[in-house]
């Protein structure tokens, strides 16, 4: 158990919806990040905050969105879904950037 | 534009020999690499780290090497074990201007046969 905590495991959703990811990271670690891990793509990063503040964009789509709150717990939101989306969604966490980071079990989320 | 990428997307090795997986990395700039370990079903998890100012790092039976001139990364697993099964992805960490950001790489598949 790495000690980030993702919700929920496993979402179904409709194409045109729009769904939350939430991210508990390790306790301590005031670093955040989210990436989109699909079969053709592999593991691409889309978004870090750091003690709230957005500090690194990747490959995140204007459809999609993230925030990190006062209490260090982050939040994806994806919306407009199209197929394509369908994809696992990690969350990792660090107590600094450019140190150990360690990811959660993920999301797995298919759009039908 | 960068990128980390891997030489071989599968390896398949008998158990107890040792196992030997390469990374090549085009960012001359970064200084922090990592290998992650992803067994299906799970997220990565940290194997190993090295930063740009060693060759080599020891773990419990890894063992990753960096070479700054050619720009590679490799880890060694000893005595590779049937739970040692999974993908492997090296992970280069760019961070620039306060800005952080792991790229990986597409992942090796190893396979132990015992």
């Known amino acids: 158990d790495s000690g980030v905590t993702q919700t929920p495991k496993h979402l179904i959703t409709a194409t045109g919806q729009r769904v939350t990811l939430r991210c508990s990271p390790r306790?301590?670690?005031?670093?955040v990040y989210w990436y989109q891990q699909s079969l053709d793509q592999g593991l691409q990063f889309l978004i870090q905050?750091?003690?709230?503040?957005?500090?690194a964009k990747g490959n995140i789509l204007e459809r999609f969105s993230a925030q990190q709150f006062p209490d260090l717990h982050s939040e994806l939101n994806l919306s407009s879904l199209e197929l394509g989306d369908s994809a696992l969604y990690f969350c990792?966490?660090?107590?600094?950037?450019?140190?150990?980071?360690?990811f959660g079990q993920g999301t797995r989320l298919t759009v039908v | 534009g960068e990128s980390v990428g891997l030489h071989l997307p599968t390896l398949s090795v008998q158990e107890g020999d040792n196992s030997i997986i390469n990374c090549a990395y085009s960012?001359?700039?970064?200084?922090?690499f990592i290998w992650y370990k992803q067994e299906s079903g799970k997220g990565p998890q940290f194997i190993i780290d090295?930063?740009?100012?060693?060759d080599k790092r020891q773990g419990q039976r890894v063992t990753v090497l960096l070479n700054k001139t050619v720009k590679h990364l490799s880890l060694q697993i000893a005595a590779t074990q049937p739970g040692d099964s999974a993908v492997y992805f090296c992970?280069?960490?760019?961070?620039?201007?306060?800005?952080?950001?792991?790229?990986f790489g597409k992942g090796t598949k190893l396979t132990v046969n015992p």
């Open positions: 990792a966490s660090s107590v600094v950037p450019g140190t150990e980071a360690f």
């Open positions: 306790s301590g670690d005031l670093s």
């Open positions: 905050y750091y003690n709230g503040e957005e500090r």
């Open positions: 960012n001359s700039a970064s200084d922090y």
């Open positions: 090295i930063r740009s100012n060693m």
């Open positions: 992970a280069e960490d760019i961070t620039q201007g306060g800005s952080e950001k792991l790229v």
